[in-house]
């Protein structure tokens, strides 16, 4: 495993976190307490110090997990938690249909309370404001909040996590302009590359440090699936039109040249991530501990070639010579 610090501060991460929302949130498949508690540990032992969930996985279950995981060791790991919807008082939700958000000071400061209770802590390694939208990026007393934290010894460092879903450019690049972040986590992958090449350029410029999720397109770069792949009946992706497997796997057969150097395609994925240097650690959806000991290695395969990178990128301006594209 190979370590990357979140600029202008000393929290160290590994280039390969672990994503706490598919053993907390049953969109993957359910996992259970054992299981996770079990994919957790295994990941630590593995190397992978990052850990990133939200108050929102499992209504706090993903917080609890990893304070049972971890306990008595909270100094061998880094934690980033995010905080800003209001599910204590809408409990009720479909799939992932968002809950209404609330970035006032008495609830900002009562859901970070709560966070640290439930992991069992008195900091958190890295706060994020969780999809936040331009209404809470203008908000300036949200941010004097995060510095205040920040002096309370409560959070090491803050940022934004973008989305939920692939866009909020806008968003992303006036925080790390306008605003003190210490990182931004984005959806960034080798077949949806927009808008995080841009956000890449401003985190360059403004010496911001990023977190990748959704590495792999919701599994696509795993390079497992075929034309006879279902998910499970609580697998979000089962939602997903047909044309997007259909389409993902016509793109990904002309990826297979990214296995040529000792490297799976899952691994090669990883490595499209981490060959910017802003990005500090990649959250890729780990549910098995097949994919966990595949993902863990991909720091130590080769990187990708300067050749390999721009095939990628004339590959992604034609959009892989496909007429249309499934969005994620």
């Given at each position: 495993?190979?370590?990357?610090?979140?600029?202008?501060?000393?929290?160290e991460?590994?280039?390969?976190?672990?994503?706490v929302?598919?053993?907390?949130?049953?969109?993957?498949?359910?996992?259970?307490?054992?299981?996770?508690?079990?994919?957790?540990?295994?990941?630590?032992?593995?190397g992978?110090?990052?850990?990133?969930?939200?108050?929102?996985?499992?209504?706090?279950?993903?917080?609890t997990?990893?304070?049972?995981?971890?306990?008595?060791?909270?100094?061998?790991?880094?934690?980033?938690?995010?905080?800003?919807?209001?599910?204590?008082?809408?409990?009720?939700?479909?799939?992932?249909?968002?809950?209404?958000?609330?970035?006032?000071?008495?609830?900002?400061?009562?859901?970070?309370?709560?966070?640290?209770?439930?992991?069992?802590?008195?900091?958190?390694?890295?706060?994020?404001?969780?999809?936040?939208?331009?209404?809470?990026?203008?908000?300036?007393?949200?941010?004097?909040?995060?510095?205040?934290?920040?002096?309370e010894?409560?959070?090491?460092?803050?940022?934004?996590?973008?989305g939920?879903?692939?866009?909020?450019?806008?968003?992303?690049?006036?925080?790390?302009?306008?605003?003190?972040?210490?990182?931004?986590?984005?959806?960034?992958?080798?077949?949806?590359?927009?808008?995080?090449?841009?956000?890449?350029?401003?985190?360059?410029?403004?010496?911001?440090?990023?977190?990748?999720?959704?590495?792999?397109?919701?599994g696509?770069?795993?390079?497992?699936?075929?034309?006879?792949?279902?998910?499970?009946?609580?697998?979000?992706?089962?939602?997903?039109?047909?044309?997007w497997?259909?389409?993902?796997?016509?793109?990904?057969?002309?990826?297979?040249?990214?296995?040529?150097?000792?490297?799976?395609?899952?691994q090669?994925?990883?490595?499209?991530?981490?060959?910017?240097?802003?990005?500090?650690?990649?959250?890729?959806?780990?549910?098995?501990?097949?994919?966990?000991?595949?993902?863990?290695?991909?720091?130590?395969?080769?990187?990708?070639?300067?050749?390999?990178?721009?095939?990628?990128?004339?590959?992604?301006?034609?959009?892989?010579?496909?007429?249309?594209?499934?969005?994620?």
């Amino acid at each position: 495993m190979r370590y990357r610090r979140l600029a202008g501060t000393d929290v160290e991460v590994s280039e390969v976190g672990f994503g706490v929302w598919t053993v907390s949130t049953g969109w993957w498949g359910e996992v259970d307490d054992a299981r996770a508690l079990a994919l957790l540990r295994r990941a630590h032992e593995l190397g992978i110090n990052y850990y990133d969930t939200a108050d929102t996985y499992g209504s706090g279950r993903g917080e609890t997990i990893l304070a049972e995981a971890f306990r008595g060791r909270r100094d061998e790991v880094v934690i980033s938690t995010k905080i800003g919807y209001d599910f204590y008082n809408h409990t009720e939700r479909r799939g992932q249909q968002e809950r209404p958000q609330n970035w006032s000071e008495d609830f900002v400061r009562f859901a970070l309370e709560q966070s640290l209770r439930r992991l069992k802590t008195d900091y958190i390694d890295f706060l994020q404001l969780h999809n936040a939208k331009m209404d809470a990026i203008d908000n300036d007393r949200l941010f004097e909040l995060m510095e205040e934290f920040k002096r309370e010894g409560k959070i090491r460092a803050y940022g934004v996590a973008l989305g939920p879903a692939i866009g909020w450019l806008e968003e992303g690049v006036r925080a790390m302009r306008e605003r003190n972040v210490d990182g931004v986590q984005m959806i960034y992958n080798i077949l949806e590359q927009d808008p995080g090449r841009e956000l890449i350029e401003v985190a360059r410029e403004t010496e911001t440090s990023l977190v990748v999720r959704v590495p792999h397109s919701s599994g696509m770069l795993e390079g497992k699936y075929d034309e006879n792949t279902t998910f499970a009946e609580n697998d979000h992706r089962r939602h997903r039109p047909r044309e997007w497997l259909l389409e993902g796997l016509k793109k990904v057969e002309q990826l297979r040249f990214l296995e040529e150097q000792g490297r799976t395609l899952g691994q090669a994925a990883l490595k499209f991530c981490l060959a910017s240097p802003e990005v500090v650690s990649t959250l890729p959806n780990i549910y098995d501990e097949e994919q966990l000991e595949e993902f863990a290695a991909a720091p130590d395969t080769p990187d990708l070639t300067r050749e390999e990178l721009d095939r990628i990128s004339e590959l992604y301006a034609a959009n892989f010579g496909l007429e249309t594209a499934a969005r994620r």
